[in-house]
């Protein structure tokens, strides 16, 4: 009994090591690099999260095929390194020793890729499937473009300018012209009597003065 | 007329609100973007601190020179560049009516740098920068392949901002983008230009000082960048054994020149508006210093972020050598460092030859990085919106950079619109009764609809003509024409009884000795170096071909025959102008002279001008 199940389990460890190993059918190969992504908060990559993993990729298949028939048995890791990179596997557990397609395994990731990556809080960067490609995400377009906005608000400004300054220097022109105008008004009014630059009028208001040694003082004068 | 003329003073002229704005707006003129990038350029091409010694040459016996020249002319005698030289002497009248073209001819194309300058900058208040990243193409299953090829900076401005057809001779399309910016550049130029210099004047407080200050931010910004001291040791060092090529001696020549805006015609129009009794010697070797002082203040932070960018690129590459090595060897992350990345190669190149060879590293040369130079163009929109993405919270980096850009244009630009506006103005093309305002708004119609040709697609190739042929050797010519007609024509004697009524002092040997003999002896040594340097080979250009082998390298390609026409007819426009009005001059007065009852007004309108 001891010895069957000794055999039994060589056998299936043998089989396991013939199904994952690198560059083996429908294999993939994973590269994880914490400490770009996480820094200071860099988690030490063990049996645990190897554990986390097999159980992130047994989820990826059941959401995928929606049958529940992947355990994490199914799941087999090898070639563990330190950089951290490794190899995984799924296997059929329906049919014996097989592996899953690598192309169902593939769509199954892709489709999970953003639960994956949450898991252990790395992107698609630094928890690379070295034969899966990630979709790009799509450019971020704003509703309105941006530099016609700002084109806008500048224009707006430079035109209100524009149109300040020649409507004032119309009304700098303007004013310019009727005081003009109003000055030759008032010349003409004074050159109608002028004597020496004075006009004639100013010479009868009472500001003016008579000169006392010019005034008729008969008594001055010698009688004829 | 030798005898002191007393100038009317209420000539209806108009006139600086007050000293600072005429030194202001010839220290604006004289500053431009070529402080930014060529000063620098040449700097480290020519053997960094070395350069300095052929610049400061140049400097003292051909800038001020011609600077106190052109400014004493103005002032002296009042009036536009036309206007000045047909008061010197009518067959003179040809130098004034040359820079007027050189004038007309620059502001079309400089406008469109500007236009440039602006659709970069409205641009940049998008998160993130427009030119950081490549975008997807037609089925997003990767980037835009001639994004992937080059690199996104790259494909910014050649698809994005020029979309520029891979030869001269394919005009492209009108790129409509380019023609609303160009509109709001014109519109800003007639904004501040509309009433000549009362308008400008304001402005140029703004616009002269607004670059130093972001020059200064830059500065302090650019000093605690890593890499930037790397940077500035690379400027700086000096290698004398530049100084024996006669190349170094040119470029040192030339770069004084333009950098001043000589011969442009802008300087006399500013300095016509002074009053005579002022210092105009004080004044041209002020703007003169000023003007090398801000170019070696600008090339400090140019050259930090330079470093900067040389650094991170240095950086990558390592970087990048340094994840191949790990992921090929699956050895742990942060296994291998810059600092001990050579002691790692070593070691597994002689264990793992193969592996290593089949990895295909590059190598990483920090040297090789400083030595990727570029002006021009090139250093503002491709290599320095390239450092401005790796610098923290670049929207602003990028929005204050190309704010003083335009800045720096704008100031330049004013003094070039100014030598185009004043001999029209004195001209009287428009009635005396119509307002400035259209005259000015004629000329910028009229400008920013011929400068349309600048925005088809192979826009770009032509501005460089432009830029190579219109605004070099014309140059030179009127300049030398300038100090001749002033010393030999005029008269030293009688110019220099001028300068003394005008600055109160006697002139000093210095400038008897410059403007009679060393000045045109030095221009024409420079013009004739010039135009033997450009006849050496074939006139050509770098094109950008995406479909070119050598993509993303630029092909180089030869003009045309019929460009080359066009190039020599925009060298030698403005010179001819020279002979060409001497010659309409001569001939009038034959035909004068040959009617006894015609009295010749020109004794009366010589007197007039003069007085």
Redesign the interface.
Known sequence: MLRTLLLTLSVVAIAHAELCKPDAQNAFKVRISIKTALGDNAYAWDANEEYLFKAMVAFAMRRYSSKSTTQISNVLLCNVTDRVSFWFVVTDSSKNVTTVPGSEVEAAIRMNRNRINSAFLLSDKTLQFLKITSTLSPPVEPSAPVWLIVFGVVLCLIVAGIVFLIVSGIQKRKKKNKESTERENLEEKVEVTLENGIPCEALDLKAGHINGVFAADDERFTSL | LSATPEIPKEDGRPKWDNKFQYLLSCIGFAVGLGNVWRFPYLCQIHGGGAFLIPYFVALVFEGIPLLHLELALGQRLRKGSIGAWNTISPYLEGVGAGSWVVSVLVSLYYNIVLTWVMWYF??S??E?LPWS?C??NEN????NEECYESTAVNYFWYRKTLNITPDIAESGTLQWWLI??LA?CW??V??CT??GIE?TGKAIYVTAIFPYLVLTIFLIQGLTLPGATDGLIYLFTPNLNTLKNPRVWLDAATQIFFSLSLAFGGLIAFASYNSTKNDCEKDAVTVAIVNSMTSLYASIPVFSVLGFKATTAYWDCLDRNIISV??EF?????SIMRQNYTSWISFLNSSYPEKIAGLKLKSCNLQEFLDQSVSGTGLAFIVFTQAIILMPGSQAWAILFFIMLFSLGLSSMFGNVEGVFTPLLELQIIPKSA?K?LLSGIICLISFLIALCFTLGSGSYWIDIFDRYAASVPLLVIAFFEVVGVAYVYKINRFSKDVEWMTGRKLNLYWHITWRFISPLLLLIVFTAFVTLQMQKPPSYTAWNPKYEGFPMKEEKVYPLWVQAICVLLAALPCLCVPLVALFHLVKQKRRSKDPSFVPPEVFSHQGANS
């Open positions: 409205i641009n208040f998008q993130p990243v975008p997807l997003r299953t990767g980037f609303l910016c709001t519109a800003i007639y904004l509309i009433r308008t790990i992921n699956d050895l742990p992350e942060e307002p305002e």
